[in-house]
């Protein structure tokens, strides 16, 4: 019971914060940069906006822990960079003799650094790694799913989630009421050439509209407890296993 009076709390701390920083990030970026600069002043907005869905999506993390019971202490954002190396396969098949050679004598050296928004570890193992969006269109999609997959050649059993304010990928991911959602025609096909399982969770109701942005006046969204809570249900669904 005092887990669940928690939870509410925090969640209206979260609607709390989100009011005010979405309210005022247009503010900040014209502040900053002035509205004639338009591609730093989107710089601003997508950063500010960024580092807010991170924020909210380890408050949502802690409170599904805490709900499933769980030691605070086993849990950790420490976000370490993880070396991809270059596959043996790829060095084999090389038809080039003087590369495959240098590449041999400096095989230390190939490696690619990934990092994901959030990486969620219980007792120091890295159980879900999740990119955080402002929103997602399909193009952005794509590199999400490649920087997954090369997580996935690491760490197999690690979740992969990506959570999002807006959806601009099509179909039913904004409708977060609905009990199932369908997806889009175009995303299932982009995803059906991946071997990633990827979680989508959507935080806001509605398609994303270019030119509606929500950090503009009349075009604001609410972030309602509920679709908070369903995100949290997700989150104990992943971390179950780790009770």
Not at 60 to 66: F, Y
Not at 148 to 162: A, Y
Not at 208 to 230: P, S, T
Request: net charge neutral; glycine share 6%.
């Amino acid at each position: 019971m005092e887990n669940k009076k928690e939870t509410k709390s925090e969640i209206k701390g979260i609607i709390r914060a989100y009011n005010e920083l979405v309210k005022g990030i247009d503010l900040k970026a014209s502040n900053q940069l002035g509205d004639e600069n338009a591609r730093a002043y989107g710089g601003v907005l997508r950063a500010g906006k960024g580092k807010l869905v991170e924020s909210i999506t380890r408050e949502l993390i802690e409170l599904a822990w805490s709900e499933l019971g769980g030691d605070p202490k086993r849990l950790s954002f420490e976000k370490k960079t993880i070396k991809i190396p270059i596959k043996k396969e790829y060095i084999e098949e090389m038809e080039n003799p003087d590369v495959k050679k240098f590449i041999k004598e400096n095989l230390d050296k190939f490696h690619y650094n990934f990092r994901a928004d959030v990486h969620v570890q219980i007792d120091e193992k890295l159980i879900i790694g999740i990119e955080c969006k402002a929103y997602t269109e399909n193009a952005m999609l794509k590199r999400i799913l490649v920087d997954f997959t090369f997580l996935k050649q690491i760490f197999p059993s690690t979740k992969n989630v990506l959570i999002q304010l807006e959806s601009q990928l099509g179909g039913d991911y904004f409708d977060i009421a609905k009990e199932i959602t369908h997806g889009s025609y175009s995303t299932h096909t982009i995803m059906s050439y991946f071997d990633v399982d990827l979680i989508i969770i959507t935080l806001l109701e509605g398609e994303r509209k270019v030119d509606k942005a929500i950090h503009k006046k009349g075009y604001f969204k609410e972030l309602k407890k509920e679709n908070l809570e369903k995100a949290i249900k997700v989150f104990k669904e992943i971390m179950s296993d780790s009770i």
